[in-house]
Every structure is written in C-alpha cells, then in structure tokens.
C-alpha cells in the first residue's frame, strides 16, 4: 500500500508541473514536432529517417547539421507523458501495454516468449532499463569501425546523457552477491566491456530523470529537424516501373498511427543542395521494424512476398535472416513483507570470457507488488531465428521465431548459466538484503536442461533481420537499391557490449558523421573534376 500511495502522489504531482514547453538538456529546445499528417504530405527533405528510436534520433541530430531531416516516429513523445522519464515508475510502462498506441508494445515470438518493443521517441531506450555500457574494443575490431570515430562517437553521446549512479542498497547486495559467486575482478565504476564485476553507466541523472536518445534531438539544428509524431511508415516509394531508376528510392508512404491503414501520405527525397547527390531514406525501425519495412516495400524473398500480394521490388532472401534474441534465464529471488520499490540494473557482471551478463533489478508487476529478478544473458548465441510478415498493416507486429537453445552449444550454455545465476541469487549478500536464509537448490543435469527449456526468456536485445555482410555493405546501405541505408540493431550480428543502447546511439552518430565526411568528399572531387576540365 506504500507503493502505492507514492505512486500516486507522484504522478499527481507530476501532472501538475508538467509543461509542454519544458526545455532539454543544454538549455536547447526540440526540434518542430507535430502529429499533423497533412502539414507533411508532399513536402521533400535530404535525409528522411524511420523511426525516431535509439539509433534514429544521434543521427537525425547530426545529419541536421547540414541538411534537411524528416524523422517518422509511429508513436508518441516521451515530453507529452512525462511518467515515463521517471525513475521511480521504472518498469511501468512494460505492464500497460495495448494494440496501437502505448509506449510499449509487446510480441510473443513463435517460441513462445513474451517480449517487447519501444514505441516512442527515443525507442527502447525510453523504456528500457537505462543501463549504458560500451561495446568491447574486439568488437568495435570486427565491426571494421573507425576506431577514433567510434570513441569520439561515444563521448558525445555520454557527454549529454550518461552519469555514474548513485548504488542503492540493492544494487550494493547484488554487486557482494556477484563477487561472492566468484565473478572477480570489482572493475568500480567502468563504460568499458571489461571481465568481472562493475558498476555501469545510467541514463537517469541524480534526480531520478530518465534521458533518452530523444533528448540529443536538443543537439541538431532545430531549424533542420521536423518529427513527425503518431505516424507509422507503410513501405517506401521507388521511382517509376520500367525506368533505370526502379531500383532507386523516391520516398516514403505512411499513415495514421491510430487512422485509416488505406488512408496514406507521402513524403520525397529532393537533391542536396550545391551537389549532384541525393540523400537516403534511412531505415531505423529496430530489429524489428526495418525488415518489416523492407518486406512490405517489396525487397524479400520473392515467395512470401508473393503470399501477401505485394508486388516485387526485389528478390532478396535475406531480409528477414538471421534474427537472434540472446537466450536468459531469470531466477527470481523472494523479498520479505516490505514492497521493493522498482530498480534498475547498475551493476553488470561479466562471466566466462564475455559469454555470461549478469544484472540484478526490481521491476513492477502491478501497482503495488514487485518482484526481484536476478537475470543472467548468453552472449554470442548459435541459435538463429527468422522475420516474416503476418499482415500488410504496418502497425501489426511481424512474426518473429528467435529458435532458443535450439543448437546444443546454447543449451550446455544455459546450463552453466542456471548455476551461476543460482549462485548470485543463493549467496549471502543477497539473502542478507533480503532478510532470508540462503537457499542451495542445486538440481541435476538432466533437471537443469529441462529448466532451460522451460524458462528461457528474453534479456531484450534481440538483433539482426538486415546483417551487415548480407543486407547492408558496410556504409549500411541496402545492397541493390539507391538511396537507402538502414541503422539500428537490425545490422548488428551479435549484440554488444553487457547492453546495446550505448552502441546503438554511438552508431546512430558515427553514421551521421560518416555521411556527411562522404557527401564533402564527393563535393571536393566534383569541384576539382570541374576544375581540372575548366
Ligand atoms: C524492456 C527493455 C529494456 C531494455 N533495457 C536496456 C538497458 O537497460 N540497457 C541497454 O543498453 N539496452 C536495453 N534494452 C535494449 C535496447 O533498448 C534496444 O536494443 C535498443 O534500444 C534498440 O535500438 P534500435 O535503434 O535498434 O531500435 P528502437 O530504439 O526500438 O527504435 C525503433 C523506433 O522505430 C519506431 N518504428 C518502428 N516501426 C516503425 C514504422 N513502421 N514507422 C515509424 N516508426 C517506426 C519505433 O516506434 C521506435 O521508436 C532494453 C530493451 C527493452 C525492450
Ligand atoms: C499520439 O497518440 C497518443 C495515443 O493515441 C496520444 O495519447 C497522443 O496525444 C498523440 N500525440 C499527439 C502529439 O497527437
Ligand atoms: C478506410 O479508407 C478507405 C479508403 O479511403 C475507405 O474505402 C474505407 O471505407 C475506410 N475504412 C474505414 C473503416 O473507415
Ligand atoms: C494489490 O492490489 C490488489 C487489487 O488492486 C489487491 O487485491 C491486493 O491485495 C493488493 N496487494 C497488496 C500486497 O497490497
Ligand atoms: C497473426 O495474425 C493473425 C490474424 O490477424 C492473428 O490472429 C495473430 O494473433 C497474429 N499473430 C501474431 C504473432 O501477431
Ligand atoms: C549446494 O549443494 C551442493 C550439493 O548438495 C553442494 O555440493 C554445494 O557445495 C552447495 N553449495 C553451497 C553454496 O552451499
Ligand atoms: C560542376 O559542373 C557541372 C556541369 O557543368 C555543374 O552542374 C555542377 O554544379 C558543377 N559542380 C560544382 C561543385 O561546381
């Protein structure tokens, strides 16, 4: 009942003060937001980028710097439900979820597991837990990154959204309880994907405000930037049938978030100014969202898009492929009579050279009870899984199969994983937190595969669907077609670092900058081509 009673003295509180035109993070103001779909129709930009998430709004902030940049975002703002950016209602916005408008939305994948995705400016990173941890120097290597670029990327993003938390007293029990489980060195306080136990960055600030990536919107040129709120990207428009341009993007088609499917608009690319370029429609839908969007554009395997009657761009087998969810098991451990107020992870362990991610939080199940689950991901998983359309409604999830623990090497993972997660939960520091004896459940071999079976469920960092290698070529543009890139966690083949938020939004940056080093470079060389025939 306690819980209860600050909840809602907060969000009464919260609805009082609230302002609309509450300003952000270095004194900048946001960019022109509008859910008025006729004020967009028609009109052309540079750069137009789908989805206003996690990787989505670096880059927009960045590409803003020189040229015109529409962003769709099929949901709200976070500024309009200001609950949302509280700490204290951490975990809320998971359990209020509805077809087409809550800032969550959840999916059940065909293994069975529930999951869920942002729908929100900012993306996941407005729901989720707000832990931030750089990707590992290996796998900045692999990616074949600029690796001065990829630090400087970050940099900016934790200069405007990451502190170092203040441990609460549960945060504390888990950081003893993971040391006591033996997973050693104590890093301290650490953005680096280092082995051994730390404490993380967090996108809270010191008074419990969540920062999303929708707040470096603040640092584009406002005058540059237009979001378009409420509005879900159907598919993208290619340039007539029969001309050599077919392959090439024109725009995009979108409707009403909560209208008429039938009921579309659009929206063009024009030239960039003072060159003979074009800029790109740029995919950043999630893992989700951007093969989504390809499938019903018309780029995919010929045979399923034939299923649904769209009519083909091109034939492209792997949008779709390699869709990977990091298998975890979550033990939960029981609290006395006291409700636990909900409470993010802080604290990362890393386990058995990089496979193991432990955290510890508190999250809500209802408005007055929680629970405290102490959460264990694989990482680098074998097991692969696949994306297909299950309607031609945009706003309709696809249907997605992450195939977990399907290959052996993920299923003796999980084992081991089951008795180190037991470990944390059984250990004294824990028990102590909590007031409980220390429990020893230790199960037998066939036991613990059965529980695998049983209780595997997602860490939420679900990836792939458009590969780089596969997909997209390493400046993330679509193999086959002009004028379109995709950027976000569908690229990724394996999820980085403990957490991929801070990777996402560091990506989002690095392309931005990348594109336009590539659009002063092809000025550069046409200005002395033009000179050198003069
Ligand atoms: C519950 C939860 C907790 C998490 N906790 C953490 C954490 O603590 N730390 C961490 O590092 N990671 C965490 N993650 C993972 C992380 O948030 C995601 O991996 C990451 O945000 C994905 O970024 P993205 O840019 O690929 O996609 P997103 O951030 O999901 O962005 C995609 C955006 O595109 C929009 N969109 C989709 N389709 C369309 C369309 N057709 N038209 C218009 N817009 C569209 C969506 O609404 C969304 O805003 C969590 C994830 C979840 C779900
Ligand atoms: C967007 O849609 C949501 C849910 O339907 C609604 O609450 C919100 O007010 C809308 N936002 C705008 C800016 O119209
Ligand atoms: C949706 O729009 C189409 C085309 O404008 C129209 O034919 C149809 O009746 C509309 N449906 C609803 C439910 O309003
Ligand atoms: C929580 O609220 C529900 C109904 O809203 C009630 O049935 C339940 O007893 C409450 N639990 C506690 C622990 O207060
Ligand atoms: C797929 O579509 C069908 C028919 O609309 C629906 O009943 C089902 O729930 C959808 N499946 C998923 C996983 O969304
Ligand atoms: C738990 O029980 C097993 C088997 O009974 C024993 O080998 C192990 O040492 C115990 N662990 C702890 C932490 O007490
Ligand atoms: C180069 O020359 C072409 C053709 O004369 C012209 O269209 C273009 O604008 C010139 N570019 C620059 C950068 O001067």
């Not at 058995?352 to 991610?357: G, N, P, R």
Request: glycine share 10%; hydrophobic share 35%; aromatic share 8%.
């Amino acid at each position: 009942m306690e819980l209860l009673h600050v909840l809602l003295a907060a969000s009464y509180i919260l609805l009082v003060s609230f302002s609309p035109s509450s300003s952000l993070c270095q004194g900048k103001t946001l960019p022109y937001m509008t859910p008025d779909v006729t004020k967009i129709s028609g009109r052309s930009f540079d750069y137009i980028i789908v989805g206003g998430g996690t990787a989505g709004c670096p880059l927009a902030a960045t590409l803003s710097k020189r040229y015109s940049v529409l962003v769709v975002e099929r949901g709200s703002s976070p500024y309009e439900n200001p609950s949302v950016l509280q700490k204290k209602f951490y975990g809320f916005p998971l359990l209020q979820t509805d077809e087409f408008s809550s800032v969550s939305q959840s999916f059940i994948s065909k293994d069975g597991v529930s999951n869920l995705r942002g729908r929100v400016l900012g993306g996941s990173s407005t729901i989720g837990g707000g832990f931030y941890g750089r990707a590992s120097d290996a796998f900045v290597r692999r990616a074949g990154w600029d690796e001065e670029l990829v630090k400087e990327s970050y940099k900016w993003v934790e200069s405007k959204l990451v502190s170092k938390p203040e441990l609460t007293k549960w945060q504390s029990a888990v950081k003893f309880g993971l040391l006591e489980a033996g997973i050693l060195p104590y890093n301290g306080f650490s953005l680096e994907h280092v082995e051994g136990t730390k404490m993380g960055g967090t996108l809270f600030d010191h008074d419990g405000r969540r920062r999303t990536s929708a707040d470096l919107l603040g640092t584009g040129n406002p005058d540059n930037i237009v979001v378009l709120l409420n509005a879900t990207v159907k598919n993208i428009i290619f340039h007539k049938k029969g001309t050599e341009n077919e392959k090439t993007v024109h725009g995009i088609r979108f409707i009403k978030s909560d209208g008429n499917a039938s009921q579309t608009y659009e929206a063009y690319l024009q030239q960039l100014a003072n060159s003979g370029s074009w800029g790109d429609v740029i995919l950043s839908a999630g893992a989700l969202g951007s093969p989504q969007i390809l499938l019903l554009s018309g780029i995919g395997p010929k045979r399923h898009l034939k299923s649904f009657g769209i009519p083909l761009v091109l034939d492209f087998p792997e949008i779709g492929q390699e869709m990977i969810d990091n298998p975890s098991i979550s033990v939960l451990v029981e609290s006395g009579p006291e409700v636990q107020l909900p409470d993010p992870p802080q604290i990362a362990g890393i386990a058995e050279d990089f496979k193991f991610i432990v955290q510890g939080l508190i999250l809500p199940i209802s408005i007055n009870a929680t629970i405290i689950p102490i959460a264990i991901k694989l990482a680098f998983p074998a097991s692969k899984g696949k994306l297909e359309l299950n309607s031609t409604d945009p706003r309709q999830n696809p249907l997605v199969e992450f195939n977990y623990l399907a290959k052996e090497k993920d299923m003796e993972e999980c084992v081991k994983m089951v008795q180190l997660v037991e470990r944390v939960a059984g250990s004294k520091s824990i028990a102590g937190f909590l007031e409980m004896e220390s429990n020893n459940n230790s199960k037998s071999p066939h036991e613990l595969r059965e529980f695998c079976k049983k209780n595997v469920r997602t860490f939420y960092h679900y990836h792939g669907g458009c590969a780089v290698g596969s997909v997209v070529d390493n400046n993330y543009r679509v193999h086959g077609v002009k004028r379109l890139r995709v950027v976000d966690g569908s690229s990724f083949l394996e999820s980085p670092g403990t957490n991929p938020t801070a990777t996402l939004m560091m990506l989002g940056r690095y392309q931005g900058i990348k594109i336009l080093e590539e659009n002063t470079l092809h000025e550069q060389s046409k200005s002395n081509h033009n000179q050198t025939h003069v």
